[in-house]
């Protein structure tokens, strides 16, 4: 904790020492509280991607609501655009108005679209529109969850915590996409139709609704207060949340107090602002970001968004034994960010970014090899599946890690919001493209070089982090990417010789 006693700052200026007092705290379960109430953003989006996959067979019969195949199919390519909207308006608000408005915000915007889903009644053309606009609407609130909770977990999660909580929260998605594929095998199958695919469609609403009642009683981010020079309230939201610690019997050690930095508050950033800053400022960083986030998405859409066409057309699996299968393939995902995220915090950034980007391309040829060879059956397909993507989930949620670090706080949702949306366009190529190759599955060379083009892009991406990556492991994110306020910028923020700083 600090004194009441001052030390001078420059007119204007802010001296902190906000990041140094997060950034000391122990592991408590304030911590664990928090992590659960936001991380549960990442479940909600593979629940609702999987519950559409799931229902859009189900949406063509008459006894629901009768839709065409290609109108079918569009529910969820509405669902993407509106994460891409919601990402790039609500994380331009989580920069303005603050971490904790938006990310209760951004659940009530998904709950009322993912609810309203399920009140679609008729199949003429207006309740179709209906259907697609709140689509759209529940995807602009997981759009706006990833900017927003993604800056709110790196800004209250101590330093040398922060990579393996930020990995394993992202890799929870897959969670939900288990919850979404029992929940819609259980009700498509024990209920009728008409009633199992509404019911799938507010599996998500319900946890959300328990969800935004905790939500209510955690902390806007210090970090993002004092930037924008409320003293007052940030000290309020750092002694809360010490107190919190405190609570459990954990006595805090001291705050350094030559980490101390000096801020003048911020002005408002916006769009065109931002990527001069990306672009002028940070190149390399910016390279770094797009590759990471464009090489995972373009990977796991081609890959899941086909894995039942390659079960069906290559193996004959049936339709009801395909949702087993994914389920195996899940819990190879979700598996790995849950087991190895913590190495990114001790090993390090850049050898494991670059090593899982990398080995599973590697692990992704020899698969493809093997399906060429037709020495491959859809038990050990799915095995390969799952092998690959244990790192590479990993490594996919080491790029929203890496995003949401590596550039200052006034930019940071924006930031996250900006390459999300590049990944998005680029990633929505994959099906397209996997889809034509698959075919009619008489013939495996077309998909065998697919694989091989998804397996050189996993590479590439790992080599952009071998040569570009940055070593954020264990420090303060003010010393990863110092913020455009900081006095002394392009120095040093650090001001030495701060007795007692004011926070």
Partial sequence: MTTTHEAPAAPGAIRSLIPARIDRLPWSPFHTRMVIALGVAWILDGLEITVASSVTSVLTKPETLHLSSADAGLIATVYLVGEVVGALVFGNMSDRLGRRKLFML???VYLVGSGLTAATIGHSIGWVWFLYATRFIAGM????EYAAINSAIDELIPARYRGRVDIAVNGTYWGGAIIGTLGTFIFLNVLSVSVGWRLAFLLGPVLGLVIIFVRRHLPESPRWQVMHGREREAEESIRYIEHEVEHGGTKLPPVDESRAIELQPTTQIGYTALLRVLFREFPG?????????????FLYNAIFFTYALVLKNFFHVSDNAIPLYFIAFAVGNLAGPLTIG??????????????TYIL??????????????GVLSAISQTICWSVIFFFASAGASSAYLTVSEIFPLEVRAKAIAVFFAIAQCFGALGPFIYGALIGSGKHTTPLFLGYLLGAVVMILGGLVAAFLGVDAEGKSLEDVAMPLSARGRPGSTRVEGAAQPRL
Avoid at 360 to 373: E, R
């Fill in 141 to 144: 609130g997981i759009g706006g």
């Fill in 360 to 373: 599973s391309g590697v692990l992704l040829v020899i698969s493809a090899v093997l399906f060429q060879a």
């Fill in 106 to 108: 951004t659940l009530a």
């Fill in 342 to 355: 913590h190495l990114f915090d001790t090993i390090g950034r850049k050898k494991m970014i670059a090593g």
């Fill in 285 to 297: 960083r910016s390279v770094l970001g797009a590759s990471l986030m464009i090489t995972q998405s």
